[in-house]
Structures are given as C-alpha cells and as structure tokens.
T-cell receptor
C-alpha cells in the first residue's frame, strides 16, 4: 500500500526565513509526485508534478526536488501570504490513484 | 490546467436525507475523482469516476452510500446517501489529464457538508 509521510506537521517561520518541507513516500511504481497548497476553506491548489529522481521545479519562492525516497519543498525568503497547508501526494503506477500525506501547516510571521 | 466548478459550495442537511454534489470541468479530462476531507485531516479518496461505467471505490466506501455518475468527460456527480452526522466533511472533486508525458490533477473548491 502506498504511504506518504510529511514533516513537520506545523512550521512557523519569520518572514524571510528560508526552510524546507519534507515528503517521504513508499510506492510501487511512482508515476508522479504532486505538491499542492491549501488555504483554509478552499480546495487544494496545484503547484508541481515531479516524475523522476533528480528533477527540480520552481515557482516564485518555491522549489520542489525529488529523490527516490522523498521530496522537498524549499521555501526561500517566505512572505506572510505563503502561509497555508502544503500537501504532498503520490500517483502510483498501474492504477489511477493519488495518495495524500497529512500536510504541513506553514505560518509565516511578519 | 482545468477549471473545476463544484456545487453546492456548502449545505446543511438533516440526517437520513441525501445530497447530490455536482462537478463540472471546463475541458475534457481523462481522470475524475471524488475525495473526502474531514476536519483537520488530509484527503481520502472515495472513488474514481469512470466515464460510461461504474465508479471504482476505495476500501471503506461503497456504492450504496456514495453513488457516483459520470455521463461524459466533463461532468460527474457524487451523492451522499442516508446521511448521518459522521458524514459531515468537505467533499472535493478532482480532475486531470494523464498521458505518457504528464500527469496533472486539479481540484474544485469543495462542498462543505454539515449533517444535523
């Protein structure tokens, strides 16, 4: 069974203080790893899909990286508007199913 | 990307009744899924909505409780039947494309259901 573990559960940063969120996964045949941002009361907002170890993608202050066992979401010089819950999910091979982690709740303080 | 519209956005329902949630996508998509997100928790997949055939349900979810339709490539419905307070949750529709090169999955804004 596919498993996704995110850490930390919660992270509080000062504005401008860079950090990383971790997503560890165990799947049988990774077809893609997703990162989403979710604001309270809203559906998840798609950020990135990563497909193979060594791949990196960037969007504004966010950079996602992937190894064979985990993914990191690096946040550089965060701003208060980056405060949200960040969800990681994996899409496994042979079956159109996406398994989500429990998320990291990020709070960026001015 | 795909823009997904869900309705209703929220509802308060009496126990024992049923609610049907609609999901409309602005383009034809290969994949459509229904998720449940209970308060403070992550997303749990209920089922994959298959166009023109019965949905594929995950362990712990059954068709009698969560009947799903997908009459075409842009529309699906999820019904929450014979509701109890334990069904209070956010229900999310997800849709996306999958081909040999890319996989993307997008979400609607969700339906916040409260059962009283």
């Amino acid at each position: 069974e596919d498993q996704v573990t995110q850490s930390p559960e919660a992270l509080r940063l000062q504005e401008g203080e860079s950090s990383s969120l971790n997503c560890s996964y165990t799947v049988s045949g990774l077809r893609g790893l997703f990162w989403y941002r979710q604001d309270p009361g809203k559906g998840p907002e798609f950020l990135f899909t990563l497909y193979s170890a060594g791949e990196e993608k960037e969007k504004e202050r966010l950079k996602a990286t992937l190894t064979k066992k985990e993914s990191f979401l690096h946040i550089t010089a965060p701003k208060p508007e980056d405060s949200a819950t960040y969800l990681c999910a994996v899409h496994s091979g042979g079956y159109q199913k996406v398994t989500f982690g429990t998320g990291t709740k990020l709070q960026v303080i001015p | 990307s795909a823009v997904i519209s869900q309705k209703p956005s929220r509802d308060i329902c009496q126990r024992g009744t049923s609610l049907t949630i609609q999901c409309q996508v602005d383009s034809q998509v290969t994949m459509m899924f229904w998720y449940r997100q209970q308060p403070g928790q992550s997303l749990t997949l209920i089922a994959t909505a298959n166009q023109g055939s019965e949905a594929t349900y995950e362990s712990g979810f059954v068709i009698d409780k969560f009947p799903i339709s997908r009459p075409n490539l842009t529309f699906s419905t999820l019904t929450v039947s014979n509701m109890s307070p334990e069904d209070s949750s956010i229900y999310l529709c997800s849709a996306g494309h999958q081909d040999s090169m890319n996989t993307e999955a997008f979400f609607g804004q969700g339906t916040r259901l409260t059962v009283v």
